[in-house]
């Protein structure tokens, strides 16, 4: 064997050897968990509360070993609540952060627009936030609620205990403002009360007052609403309000945080939600307790939009467990076969990639918190994606 031949055989090995290393480094490195959410826009409301129930799931999951003995990072972009926000978002955290999942809550068109780079990357998506409804993807999961789980509560209440018969509709002009009033629309037309008005205003709008006046001219005795979460349901609540509407009102974007933002204004309206800060069950107790001891002042109140983020990354961690890697493809087959027990109870996400939840129809008190007026348990989704 000539020197030549030795020191090429070294150097090979060498690099052997830094190759095995750095597939060990890259095993052995932390799970990145992307979070692409509306930390500017429409969501600018609710985002904090959803970042600071990821950072309580991943401390304490950290705290308890990590997963298959490998820590939880998190990767969080501002996808401005849109399209082209989300777009810049999903791109950067799954090419170039290379997070293994992607778990957030967002409005239905920074969805939309995450969708084909989660597909084209190849990564579980777990979609936190409530939304209109049949959006299929084999990589798609969600924990939260769609229009046949919310919508009913209220409509009901409306009819049978309120006497409502004229309703008039009020969204943001976008997937989740008009997939949720098409569907109420139905349902209340079913139930054989009529629709006497129904309008819609870009996200981005702020200024009501000519749909408002519409609402009062109409003849309604109830008003239901559906705008992305967070500005658009504080500016069109504070004036509703201004204006004098008395009529029973039930908004279908209001989460527990954004009534309390609201103030007064949101006193009296009707929600329907899997979430409430009241549930009196030992495991939202200990939740709520661990959100104060670790936010202390800076806590935002949890909420039908953060709490499922919470859920969401316990979800994903069984399901990595269950799994045993990270493997996209072992994930996806474990996330329907996995629960969770938390806040909002039992969590399984095991009808077409949805969850069947139990469900609070809650009428908000002046002090933005919740008093329950009905439970319905274990609701199902109905028929999302029956082709998954």
């Not at 819609?200 to 009501?208: A, F, H, K, V």
């Not at 992305?228 to 509407?245: D, E, M, S, W, Y």
């Not at 949101?266 to 939740?287: E, L, M, P, Q, R």
């Amino acid at each position: 064997m000539t020197n030549r031949t030795v020191i090429l055989a070294i150097a090979s090995a060498a690099l052997a050897g830094v190759a095995v290393a750095t597939t060990a480094f890259a095993e052995e490195g932390p799970i990145k968990i992307g979070i692409p959410v509306g930390l500017s826009g429409a969501n600018s409301v609710v985002a904090p509360s959803v970042v600071q129930s990821a950072e309580l799931a991943v401390a304490e999951i950290n705290e308890a070993g990590g997963v298959l003995g490998r820590q939880l990072a998190l990767e969080i972009a501002d996808d401005a609540s849109g399209a082209a926000g989300a777009q810049k978002a999903f791109d950067a955290l799954v090419f170039q952060k290379e997070v293994n999942a992607v778990i957030t809550m967002e409005t239905s068109a920074a969805r939309n627009a995450g969708l084909p780079i989660i597909s084209k990357g190849d990564i579980p998506y777990i979609y936190t936030s409530f939304y209109e409804g049949k959006s299929c993807n084999a990589n798609l999961f969600v924990n939260a609620w769609v229009p046949e789980q919310q919508v009913p509560p209220i409509v009901d209440n409306f009819i049978k205990s309120q006497g409502a018969r004229k309703f008039f509709l009020i969204g943001s002009d976008y997937a989740f403002g008009r997939g949720m009033l098409e569907f109420a629309k139905a349902y209340i037309e079913k139930a054989g009360a009529s629709i006497v008005g129904e309008e819609y205003l870009p996200m981005e709008g702020s200024d009501w007052t000519a749909i408002i006046s519409n609402l009062k001219g109409s003849g309604a005795d109830a008003v239901i609403t559906s705008t992305a979460g967070g500005a658009p349901n504080v500016t069109l609540t504070k004036q509703l309000r201004g204006a004098g509407v008395t009529i029973p009102y039930g908004n279908l974007a209001v989460d527990e945080g954004t009534a309390r933002s609201m103030g007064a204004d949101a006193a009296g309206i009707f929600i329907s939600a899997s979430y409430v800060t009241s549930i009196d069950s030992a495991a939202n107790k200990s939740f709520l307790a661990a959100m104060q001891k670790k936010f202390g002042a800076e806590l935002r109140t949890p909420n039908d939009l953060s709490v499922p983020e919470y859920e969401g990354i316990y979800l994903y961690k069984a399901a990595v467990e269950k799994a045993g890697s990270t493997d996209t493809a072992a994930v996806l087959a474990a996330l329907p076969e996995v629960s969770f027990v938390g806040p909002r109870g039992t969590v399984s996400m095991s009808r077409q990639h949805h969850a069947p939840l139990t469900m609070y129809l809650g009428q908000v008190k002046p002090d933005g918190s919740v008093t329950v007026v009905d439970t319905f348990e274990g609701v199902d989704p109905g028929e999302q994606c029956p082709n998954l």
